[in-house]
């Protein structure tokens, strides 16, 4: 179990522009080596329009035994960020124990508009519970793309929506942010960039990921990101 010291991380969400991590941490391992960018040809900029398979589960531990649970069924997906339990003591006598985690509850929808164009909708909800501070809110990703020969270009508004029960009196916002997307392909190697704008947080990110194929079934990705720091917690 963590102790208090280390659950100063987690307050530092009660008063910071980082709330719902569970909403800009990658689901699944493909996400994850690819930095959460549009690097899926058959994807809309998130591993939450794409869904080829009618079940998946995944799971990834971050430091700390920090794990987020990911499973879709069809269009739903199910996402759990576990903190673990903590214990709050003093002269190592255990004052009380609990528990941090987010939920979100996300249904997803992509449709064509035509053969060069695709669209993707999402929304959900999330939830938040830290000790006895507990919050709430409601959520949507809008994302369009086009292909243009060998290349496609895309943008999206992600996590737009609003924080029904926030922690505190303190103000929240969640995690919205604005994406422009380029992907070129020729023949089974995929490069991409994708430049992202967090609103809340006043800052650019920028990915850049190249796959080359191993062999019919693997690839090997390679990737950048500027701000890799928010993929550890």
Do not use: C, W
């Not at 058959?42 to 990911?70: C, W």
């Not at 029904?164 to 919205?176: A, E």
């Amino acid at each position: 179990m963590k102790n208090i010291f280390y659950i100063l991380f987690v307050i530092n969400i009660l008063f910071t522009q980082t709330e719902y991590q569970i909403l800009s941490l990658p689901h699944n391992a493909f996400s994850l080596s690819t930095n959460n960018g549009s690097h899926n040809l058959n994807s809309i900029y998130s591993e939450r329009f794409n869904y080829d398979s009618t079940y998946s589960f995944s799971s990834i531990t971050y430091p700390e035994n920090i794990t987020l649970y990911n499973s879709h069924i069809k269009n739903i997906s199910l996402s759990i960020l576990d903190y673990g339990q903590f214990e709050n003591k003093i002269d190592d006598i255990v004052l009380n124990i609990f528990h941090a985690y987010e939920i979100s509850l996300i249904y997803n929808k992509h449709k064509n508009i035509n053969e060069l164009t695709k669209y993707g909708l999402s929304i959900g909800g999330v939830y938040s519970s830290i000790h006895n501070y507990h919050s709430a809110g409601i959520f949507s990703t809008m994302a369009l793309k086009r292909k243009i020969k060998n290349a496609e270009i895309g943008m999206s508004i992600e996590n737009a929506g609003l924080v029904l029960k926030p922690y505190t009196d303190y103000k929240m916002n969640l995690p919205l942010q604005y994406r422009l997307s380029l992907l070129y392909f020729v023949n089974q190697i995929q490069a991409s960039y994708d430049i992202i704008y967090s609103k809340y947080q006043n800052e650019l990110q920028h990915i850049i990921n190249l796959s080359l194929p191993v062999s019919s079934n693997i690839s090997l990705i390679l990737g950048y990101t500027s701000n890799s720091n928010t993929l550890s917690i």
